[in-house]
């Protein structure tokens, strides 16, 4: 299976993260009813401009695989707060909910 989270601007749907293309160290974690995503920023980050949009943000994490479709999870950021700790170069997203489904299930 192949993984590859993205973290986009919702309203122009701007990519700020792409780890296929930009790889980087994050985890994904449920914290009690909301999930926490953290990522290991790199230099080609601008950190700047995620948190100047931390309140439209979309977090999608991918996973494909060979034998059946993929499978899409949409987090929902909300009010959801978003850190970043520079010693850590560590972005911190906290998402409400998150939506788990097959893209190809919703094709026109």
């Known amino acids: 299976m192949k993984e590859v989270l993205v973290v986009r601007h919702s309203v122009g749907g701007r990519t700020f993260i792409h780890t296929e293309q930009q790889p980087m160290e994050y985890s994904v974690r449920q914290m009690g009813q909301g999930w926490r995503i953290a990522l290991i920023m790199t230099q080609d980050v601008d950190i700047h ?3 100047r949009w ?3 943000l979309n977090v999608f994490l991918f996973w494909e695989y060979d034998d059946q479709p993929a499978k899409k999870i949409w987090f929902y950021v909300k009010e959801g707060p978003v850190t970043y700790d ?3 170069k560590q972005i911190t997203i906290f998402a409400e909910s998150r939506i788990e489904y097959i893209p190809d299930e ?3």
């Open 54 to 56: 931390k309140q439209e």
């Open 106 to 108: 919703f094709g026109i």
């Open 49 to 51: 401009e995620i948190l």
């Open 86 to 88: 520079d010693q850590l």
